[in-house]
């Protein structure tokens, strides 16, 4: 009985040898790396990108153009912060400026992908602006704690996708009927944040990036100081002291405080103390420097003519005025100034209709097309007959457009003052506003020559909290 109970402890203290063998091997600086490799977090996060990545990427490769450019950056962000979680497995958690030099790579690949939607509006705007405001929701890596001005990771995510879903929905209604490789691209990416990115972050990290304890330092790097060269000293002499270190707020230097003169307020108090007279120092003003004895100073206004300025044309600083149709398939209007007569007669359903810096103008679209988009144009005027997708008009004002047979979809959008005018076929027309003001709605009247009716829509809302969530309803004043 004795030899069978040494026997089973022999056998016990051999594999926990053997486990501490591997334990040590697995944690050593050398294979810190394949054993970060293996990780169920790592290997969880692989499949996310195998999965939910390349669909946004295949995709994409179907649309081509700036969509496959802005997918490529989104799988470069996310193998960077793979690259990020396998690295915090073997580092310990660095302080604000190691952070940000840790974070640098990833932040990298965040700009590069805000590059592709600056300047002036490219094509698939509403793609490239999904996919880069989606990237925020990779900096949940940065969470440190609930000091550190982040919600909780989780959160973080689903709030970022947020603000990147209203323009990937632009894209579900603009191509809802007409492309299914864009509805595709869009909904392949809403899937890699919710629920992807999210779930996976819930599974794995709920409450932050977890920081190797035992793993090198993380630290902001910073050039090495150049190499001083001295004078060795002399055989027995001993070494001079290092000189004191220089003022952090000044190059100046340092001086006993007795020693150095006062300034300010410590100036005139030191003056008033030494008890010499207050005034000795002032000048005596005389008869002829006082203002009333001055002949310059007699109180009327002398009027000067200025030179007036040669005025020049307004499109001189925007650009010349275009009126074109570019690569068969989009109209350009653009730095049309005080032009009331701006026709496009030769259209289709396949073309789309841009709209860009126009002042004081009307434009008659005669015939049906895909989409049409008025941006920053003041007071203009546009008359259109069908629209496939949609009528967008965003950072305009006093703009009016008037619809004479049928649009599915009208989205105002940082705009002040706007007028809408609806026929009797697009009174089922969906309008979305947002950041906007001072937007007026006209209606044909029950009677064919009846007058037409006018409603404002809101633009101030009352949110209050009722069984669990909260209601929002529209303001109402008094005698409206």
């Known amino acids: ?35 970060a490799a293996v990780d169920p977090s790592i290997l ?21 153009g700036r969509v496959l450019d802005v997918s490529k950056v989104i799988a470069e962000a996310f193998a960077v912060q793979k690259e990020l979680l396998v690295k915090i497995k073997q580092t310990q958690k660095p302080d604000i400026a190691g952070m940000v ?15 592709l939607t600056e300047g002036r509006r490219p094509d698939f705007f509403h793609h490239l602006k999904t996919g880069a405001d989606s990237l925020a929701a990779l900096a949940w890596i940065a ?12 959160a973080h995510v689903e709030e970022s996708w947020q603000m990147a879903e209203f323009y990937c929905n632009k894209v579900l209604v603009e191509y809802r009927n007409k492309d299914a490789n864009h509805v595709e691209w869009a909904k392949a990416l809403k899937e890699l944040y919710v629920p992807g990115l999210r779930d996976y972050v819930k599974g794995h990290y709920p409450l932050g990036p977890v920081w190797s304890a035992t793993g090198k330092i993380a630290s902001a790097s910073a050039p090495a100081p150049a190499p001083v060269k001295a004078t060795p000293p002399g055989p ?49 003003v005389t008869d002829d420097m006082k203002t009333k004895n001055r002949a310059d100073r007699s109180g009327v206004v002398a009027v000067v003519e200025k030179e007036g300025r040669t005025g020049s044309p307004a499109f001189s600083k925007v650009g010349p005025p275009k009126l074109e149709l570019q690569m068969g398939r989009k109209w350009v209007v653009e730095n049309q100034i005080g032009r009331n007569n701006l026709v496009i007669d ?15 103008s009307v434009l008659h679209i005669k015939g049906k097309v895909n989409n049409i988009t008025v941006d920053k144009c003041t007071k203009m005027g546009v008359v259109f007959k069908d629209v496939v997708a949609a009528c967008e008009i965003v950072n305009s004002n006093g703009v009016e457009v008037q619809c004479q047979g049928s649009a599915p979809t009208i989205s105002v959008d940082n705009t002040a003052g706007c007028q809408l005018y609806l026929s009797k076929d697009a009174l089922e027309t969906s309008i979305t506003t947002a950041k906007s003001s001072e937007i007026n709605v006209l209606v044909p009247g029950s009677e064919p020559d009846g007058d037409w009716g006018e409603h404002a829509l809101p633009q101030q809302y009352v949110h209050a909290y009722k069984d669990g969530q909260f209601v929002t309803t529209p303001v109402s004043h008094s005698g409206a």
């Open 143 to 154: 969470y440190t704690g609930k000091d550190c001005g982040m919600s909780m990771p989780i």
């Open 346 to 360: 030769d259209c289709d359903s396949k073309q789309s209709v841009y709209i860009y810096g126009c002042k004081n």
């Open 101 to 115: 030099e840790f974070l640098k790579p990833l932040n990298e690949v965040m700009t590069k992908a805000s590059a």
């Open 236 to 284: 027995g002499a001993p070494a001079p002291p290092p000189p004191p270190p220089a003022s952090l707020f000044s190059s100046e230097t340092t001086q006993p405080s007795s020693s150095r003169p006062k300034e300010g307020m410590s100036a005139i108090f030191q003056e008033i103390n030494s008890g010499k007279p207050v005034t000795s120092g002032l000048r005596k």
């Open 44 to 64: 969880a996060f692989d499949d996310l990108i195998s999965q939910c990545v390349n669909r946004v990427t295949t995709a994409g490769e179907k649309i081509g």
């Open 1 to 35: 009985m004795d030899e069978n109970l040494v026997k089973r402890l022999e056998v016990a203290v051999a594999r926990l040898e053997a486990l501490s063998a591997g334990g040590s091997r697995g944690f050593s600086p050398e294979g810190g790396g394949d054993a």
